[in-house]
């Protein structure tokens, strides 16, 4: 057993070189950093709406609907819940701020 690394596969004849670049041209200034991490962080050009729909679909079409057969999955977040949880919340905070108050 050799440890040798793989010898890189040939270049075609009419492959171009490219020059070399001195090392000091190589080093990112303030400006070049802050284009890359605008491209970088740009958002998406498709709307995620549409992004989630397609993967949804990607998914339903490969499980052949299993993935979705929950139901759960596909509906809408109980409102109701959540606004009787925070108000219930809301509730026990006011109440405890109230009898805790005149001891701080």
């Given at each position: ?9 040939d ?15 190589l ?34 079409d ?10 759960w ?24 701020w ?7």
């Amino acid at each position: 057993m050799s440890s040798d690394p793989p010898d890189p596969p040939d270049r075609p004849e009419d492959a171009e070189e490219r020059p070399s670049v001195p090392a000091d041209e190589l080093e990112l200034d303030d400006v070049d950093v802050r284009d890359l991490l605008r491209k970088a962080l740009e958002p998406p050009k498709e709307d995620a709406a549409k992004i989630r729909t397609a993967v949804h679909t990607t998914l339903r079409d490969r499980s052949g609907g299993r993935f979705f057969a929950d139901g759960w999955s596909t509906q809408s977040a109980p409102v109701l819940t959540f606004l009787v949880t925070s108000l219930l919340m809301l509730a026990v905070v006011v109440a405890l701020w109230l009898l805790l108050g005149p001891l701080l």
